[in-house]
């Protein structure tokens, strides 16, 4: 028998009791109403980075005593079920959002309708900034008439990964030698960058990666310096 049919059964025995009671002249008694409850929603922070880790913490009081049933976060729409903890308090990590504006929300479903109402939170807004991206430079060959490469690499501040491209600025001794763009595949630049003129050669060399940024990822530059010396 489902939960309403049992409600429908239980209301006919009621009314039939109260008519009942009517008939013989006696006082009929109120039908005791369901307790009200409360929700608050509270966020460990409400602008965060891309990937940063963000707790929801929902919290419930019913007026008839602790509250009893479950939590249904909803973010952007999307919902997330939690099991309310005997402190009247539910948590929730919050899914990876993209950068932008979001909207959170808790609502408490009571175990049972007929003795605690169920409540929202007042919705928080949730705002996802683009995170720091750091950037690696590895470059290899740096002695004289090496095959002198530049290797990139870049990452989030949480773990993420950036896409999108790179600009490599090679100078020697003021000049610039190489100018090269590369895109990012899974973070990295997957073909190492060389110089054009083949085989390093003596001087103080300057390496300058610019990356652009995605939707996530903030742009980031990075320099390297090195010399390399001549034969004694």
Known sequence: MTRSSVRRQATRVVAAGVLGLAAAGAPVPTAAAAAPSSTTLLLSTQQSDYGQVVTATAAVTAADGPAQGDVVFAVDGV????????????????????????????????????????????????????????????????????????????????????????????????????VARGALENGVVVAPIGLREGRSRAGRYRVEVTYRGDGDHAAATRVERFRIRGRR
């Open 79 to 178: 919902a997330f079920k939690a099991n309310l903890g005997a402190s009247g308090t539910a948590g929730l990590v919050l899914p990876r959002a993209v950068t932008g504006a979001h909207e959170v929300q808790a609502t408490f479903l009571p175990q049972d309708p007929l003795r605690q109402d169920g409540s929202a939170s007042t919705p928080l807004n949730w705002q996802v900034v683009p995170v720091r991206t750091r950037l690696q430079i590895d470059v290899t060959g740096k002695r004289l008439r090496g095959q002198l490469a530049v290797h990139v690499r870049a990452t989030g501040d949480y773990g993420t990964t950036p896409s999108g491209r790179v600009r490599v600025v090679v100078r020697k001794s003021g000049r610039t030698v190489r």
